[in-house]
């Protein structure tokens, strides 16, 4: 259901598009495939994923002998999703430990939702019945803290700051002993998101990994980056970034409820060969979704 309605704005474009072309074709042809290409590509699927995708819809074709595109409907869904796994079942889950502090590290671009992420993934797993705490690595960025702050309130989580324009190695350092000292089950931190200065924010992002990396073998379990989906293709020349300067494990993509090009989920899997973890679906607490490709294209073609 959070999947329906979060997705509307791609179901009204791209599903309404595709499912107004199998109602106009009588038979599946040249055109009717140059026509699906044209809206894959425009719902921001990504050239390459589909030209593969419209490859094995072709070889389905033949070996199902399709002629109707009624027919060839639900084999589009079946290839979504399987162009998704590519063909290793990936999981969304996140690693972490039962029953020792387990570290997740945000990264990603200033706006894309990095702050708002954070406090409902703390959210999520206080619910869970996990003590969770903040770190509010973001020592740049004016309002950075101050909003992780407003975050922690919302959902009573602690977070551990320092003042603005301190070190976020040394916030780290911080964050770390607290969370050993009071049990802590997930410490997720924030970092800054400055890209001006890529070189500058790469080193930092090292050295806070470092520190963390020190302090908790083992640790970061998690390393998050959080794209944007209404930038499109942009987002994957963010991510292409990152991936250069930490060993980023994951993608959350944020803001999907926003864009009306929903494909941007096939491209970031097959273009960085990362699995989307979460999804977000709107601004509010409940809005994060693990990404599951059955239920996402369920949720478009349903
Ligand atoms: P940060 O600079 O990366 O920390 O970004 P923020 O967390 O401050 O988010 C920037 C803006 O995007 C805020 O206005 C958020 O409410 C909004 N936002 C974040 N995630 C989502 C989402 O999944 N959907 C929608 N519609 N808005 C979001």
């Given at each position: 259901e959070k999947f329906k309605t979060g997705l509307s704005k791609t179901r009204d474009q791209f599903t309404g598009k595709v499912n107004d072309l199998v109602a106009r074709y009588r038979k599946v042809d040249e055109d009717f495939f140059e026509e699906l290409e044209e809206i894959l590509i425009q719902a921001d699927v990504g050239f390459e994923t589909v030209m593969d995708l419209v490859e094995e819809l072709k070889l389905e074709v033949k070996k199902r002998n399709i002629k109707d595109p009624e027919q060839l409907q639900p084999v589009i869904s079946e290839k979504l999703i399987e162009i998704y796994d590519g063909?290793?079942?990936?999981?969304?889950?996140?690693?972490?430990r039962e029953y020792e502090l387990s570290v997740i590290l945000f990264v990603g671009v200033?706006?894309?939702?990095k702050t708002t992420t954070i406090g409902k993934l703390a959210h999520k797993f206080k619910q869970e019945g996990k003590k969770v705490m903040l770190a509010a690595?973001?020592?740049?960025?004016?309002g950075a803290i101050e909003q992780l702050e407003v975050w922690g309130q919302r959902v009573g989580v602690d977070v551990i700051k320092q003042e603005e324009g301190s070190d976020p190695a040394a916030v780290m350092y911080d964050a770390l002993q607290a969370a050993k000292s009071r049990k802590i089950d997930i410490l997720l931190c924030d970092t800054a998101?400055?890209?001006?200065?890529k070189v500058n924010l790469m080193k930092e992002l090292e050295k806070v990994k470092r520190v963390i990396e020190r302090e908790v073998p083992?640790?970061?379990d998690e390393v998050l980056l959080v794209l944007d989906a209404t930038t499109g293709q942009n987002a994957l020349i963010q991510a292409k970034t990152f991936k250069e300067a930490v060993d980023v494990s994951g993608i959350v993509l944020s803001?999907?409820?926003?864009?009306?090009?929903?494909g941007i989920v096939l491209a970031i899997r097959n273009e960085l060969?990362?699995?989307?973890?979460f999804v977000g679906?709107?601004?509010?607490?409940?809005?994060?979704q693990k990404f599951d490709p059955e239920k996402y294209v369920y949720g478009l073609f349903s």
């Open positions: 063909g290793e079942n990936l999981s969304s889950d996140l690693a972490i200033n706006g894309v939702g690595g973001d020592t740049f960025r004016a998101g400055r890209l001006q200065n083992g640790a970061p803001k999907l409820d926003g864009t009306a090009k929903g060969d990362l699995p989307v973890k679906l709107g601004e509010n607490v409940d809005d994060l």
